[in-house]
């Protein structure tokens, strides 16, 4: 809800949102009708024809998909607008994870034709996650097949029934000419490729729009008191009241407005930037960052079981409180992290505190970003979203005042799934292919990169294959490294099948010193999806608090490598039973080699079984195809969990199935439907093979 405090005027201006939406639903070029309307570009750029400003990567306008979450300011109506438009695609959802870790709104954009897709429901629930309130745009309203009704009907029964119109189209399909605003009771009618040009003019079908718009009233009035008494009464309600209400609602999360339009044609775009002034919140509107307080020792920073919340309000006056929610290498080779600041104002050339890190560092520049160009500044302010050239900043970094430390909630990860060779052309190349791997794992974090030790190959790991192929490209071109690839492979865990105790022993015994370390442990499986969990049930009073994470590093280190195949354990719960002590003897590094040996042992004694990616796939065909694609995906050991329509004559097909038999579907599944089906996957969770 809105916070009652006193900030700085200058917050209430400001709207940081992001643009999210499944692939090809529309979200680049909502953004770039934005940025022609407000005058912030003089052409408006299309994502087909590979021109589209935030579209900026060579990858990018080849494949006519975003790949990176680019940023921009604009300004409309006396309001300053810092957008970003993150990624469709499912291989580069971290980049729509670390965007909404810091915007205070997003708009969800959604295609008309197909309503709620499966990223649509990845990129909701990362909002959820992070509690960003936002708006719907149901996009491609012009389209052949475009259904507003049905994709609402879409809407509720997968996102929820709290999403509530506020707007009604004007026709259908190739008839589509605008939007009735149920809130004023106008409709905005287009007739030339201008989108900032309109009509405004009384509801051509008055009597759906009362309809509609009772409708919203019900919802409101459900959420607001107020409205609900005025609306029993049957009394007017105001413009001005009715959209407090709703902004209310808005940022309270308990309520979801939804617009509609056609980004490509022209229509709907100024009302949708009206509604994001009137419904979603200012940096003024959200509560207190909250961080906890770090408490360092002669060692580095040390984490409480019970740490101490502190919270820094949005004001330039406050101490500095920034996070750093990406990293990017600039074509020098240098390295600029795109920073959220929550409180305070960073300057360039003052020092800043990483708390993450544990060091202090100077800004060397500060820059006012527009996709790929950037303006320098001197210094930015609370709410602001900006660039920072630092050598030592990577993502999900706190960045704060020397004197008044703070660490904040760092960006969600996730691990790849998907593997595969990758060598230089020529010998001579190797050590900068090894460079340009560490400065694609600085910018990237879903991305990973190792040395196999039995062969000497160089693996890289990713969200996908369209990731790693993306990556492959661009250490082509940027970085001038000719390599060669080899087959995408799965990446596989194991977990333990049973229970079973072991005793880790470590003992080191020569003429200079005698070591000893003795830990019992006990390893068992945990459900599936937990990770890895320790328990301490030992007794023994010599164990220290210093001791015990000594030894639960060690444990944790123990289930990286399992003895089936060499892969990380997951699921697995880990019980320290115990550990003995010898005076003269015993060290604490010691027992925590001693914990990773027991681990390893007891993991031989229970067993271990694979674990694969199992990925959730939404497979839309032609009815007449709908038992053939049942058919494949059985073969390729999946599930259907469920058969729904996907519009005139198609159903949309969900099943789980392992990744791996998802190698060259797309072949197939084109085969199968003449080209007319498509799918799309996204990853589900790990499971037994």
């Not at 007017?236 to 309520?255: H, S």
């Not at 949005?314 to 990293?327: C, F, I, N, T």
């Not at 600085?442 to 990169?449: A, L, M, S």
Request: one cysteine or more; hydrophobic letters at 40%; charged letters at 25%.
């Amino acid at each position: 809800m809105t916070i009652e405090r006193k900030l700085p005027k200058y917050l209430s201006k400001i709207r940081n949102i992001g643009i999210m939406a499944h692939i090809d639903a529309g979200k680049t070029t909502v953004s770039e009708r934005m940025l022609f309307i407000t005058g912030k570009t003089h052409k408006m750029g299309e994502v087909h024809d590979g021109e589209a400003t935030m579209d900026w990567m060579v990858q990018e306008q080849e494949r006519g998909i975003t790949i990176t979450s680019a940023v921009t300011q604009f300004q409309w109506k006396g309001m300053e607008f810092h957008l970003i438009d993150t990624p469709g695609h499912v291989d580069f959802t971290i980049e729509v994870e670390r965007s909404l870790r810091v915007l205070d709104g997003a708009v969800a954009v959604f295609d008309a034709v197909h309503g709620v897709e499966s990223q649509t429901e990845t990129v909701w629930r990362q909002a959820n996650k992070y509690k960003v309130p936002r708006l719907c745009f149901v996009n491609k309203l012009d389209r052949i097949g475009a259904d507003f009704e049905r994709a609402m009907a879409s809407i509720h029964e997968r996102l929820g029934k709290h999403c509530v119109p506020i707007q009604l189209p004007v026709g259908a399909e190739s008839g589509f000419k605008g939007v009735v605003d149920l809130v004023r009771m106008q409709a905005y009618l287009w007739s030339s490729e201008d989108p900032a040009h309109f009509a405004t003019v009384a509801p051509p079908d008055m009597a759906a729009a009362t309809l509609a718009r009772d409708a919203m009233l019900e919802r409101v009035a459900d959420v607001d008191d107020a409205i609900a008494e005025a609306y029993l009464d049957g009394q007017e309600i105001p413009v001005d009241t009715l959209v407090a209400a709703l902004r209310k609602a808005t940022i309270a999360g308990v309520m979801v407005p939804v617009l509609c339009g056609s980004a490509l044609h022209n229509k709907g775009i100024p009302p949708l930037l009206d509604a994001v002034v009137d419904y979603l919140p200012s940096p003024g509107d959200i509560p207190d960052i909250t961080g906890t307080l770090p408490v360092f020792d002669a060692k580095g920073l040390v984490k409480t079981d019970e740490p101490t919340l502190i919270t820094r309000p949005p004001d330039d006056k406050a101490p500095l409180a920034a996070l750093a929610y990406k990293v990017q290498i600039m074509e020098d080779g240098r390295r600029m992290a795109y920073v959220r600041i929550y409180s305070g104002t960073l300057v360039a050339g003052e020092p800043v505190f990483n708390t993450t890190r544990r060091q202090e560092e100077k800004p060397a520049r500060l820059f006012e970003m527009h996709a790929n160009k950037r303006t320098k500044i001197e210094k930015a302010t609370a709410g602001y979203i900006v660039g920072v050239m630092m050598r030592h900043a990577y993502t999900g970094d706190t960045l704060c005042s020397p004197k008044h430390p703070i660490l904040l909630e760092p960006v969600g990860l996730y691990e790849p799934v998907i593997s595969q060779t990758i060598e230089p052309s020529s010998l001579r190349e190797r050590d900068k292919l090894l460079e340009t791997l560490g400065k694609l794992g600085e910018e990237d974090p879903t991305f990973r990169w190792e040395e196999d030790k039995s062969t000497g190959d160089l693996l890289i790991r990713g969200m996908g294959e369209l990731h790693l192929d993306v990556l492959a490209d661009r250490i082509k071109r940027e970085f001038g490294v000719d390599v060669r690839v080899g087959k995408p492979q799965v990446v596989l865990l194991e977990t333990v099948v049973k229970s079973a105790d072991a005793t880790g022993l470590f003992l080191r015994d020569t003429d200079e010193d005698k070591i000893h370390g003795e830990v019992r442990v006990r390893v068992e499986p945990n459900e599936r999806g937990q990770g890895i969990r320790f328990e301490n049930a030992a007794t023994d009073a010599f164990i220290t608090p210093a001791l015990l994470a000594g030894i639960r590093e060690g444990a944790l280190e123990g289930t990286k490598a399992g003895p089936l195949g060499g892969f990380p354990m997951d699921d697995v719960v880990v019980t320290l039973l115990g550990a003995t002590w010898r005076d003269g003897l015993s060290q604490p590094l010691a027992f925590k080699i001693a914990g990773s040996i027991a681990v390893r042992e007891a993991a031989k004694s229970a067993g271990t079984a694979y674990l694969e990616p199992i990925m959730r796939a939404e497979v839309t065909v032609p009815d007449e195809n709908v038992g053939e694609v049942i058919g494949s995906v059985n073969q390729r050991r999946g599930q259907v969990e469920n058969i729904s329509d996907a519009g005139v004559g198609a159903k949309l097909v969900e099943c789980d199935v392992p990744l791996q038999r998802m190698f060259g579907y797309s072949t197939e599944l084109r085969s199968i439907t003449q080209g007319r089906g498509n799918f799309q996957m996204r990853f589900a969770r790990y499971d037994r093979v």
